[in-house]
């Protein structure tokens, strides 16, 4: 897909998919992965959240939402972070819940 990023390498000297030119590493796919994070409470650091979802992959970005201008409270956080993680494993799924900085949170993708 056009739409896909070129994120790590492996030890083997080949031709990068990308490009086609030799490289000295092996260039492989890994596309990154946007996550939900429900109702986490406010006191949880971005620190906290990359920190727990580091076993599952490399956490390229956490971002908090807030209400839009249209709403009764505009600014106001939500309580849900996006998550853009490259997972270690293209097939791993993470539960349904996880636990971050002591608060359990539902996750979805």
């Known amino acids: 897909s056009r739409h896909r990023k070129l994120y790590g390498t492996t030890r083997e000297s080949t031709f990068c998919r990308s490009t086609g030119q030799p490289t ?12 939900r994070l429900l109702e986490l409470p406010p006191y949880v650091t971005e620190h ?15 971002t908090e939402t807030v209400y839009g201008e249209d ?25 349904p819940t996880i636990t971050v900085g002591g608060e359990r949170t539902t996750i979805t993708y």
Do not use: C
Request: charged fraction near 20%; proline fraction near 4%; charge should be positive.
């Open 48 to 62: 906290q959240v990359k920190a727990a979802l580091a076993e599952f992959g490399e956490v390229l970005s956490v």
């Open 71 to 95: 709403s009764k409270v505009p600014g106001v956080k939500t309580g849900i972070r996006l998550v853009k993680i490259i997972l270690n494993t293209p097939t791993l799924q993470t539960g």
């Open 24 to 35: 000295r590493y092996r260039s492989f796919w890994r596309i990154a992965q946007g996550q």
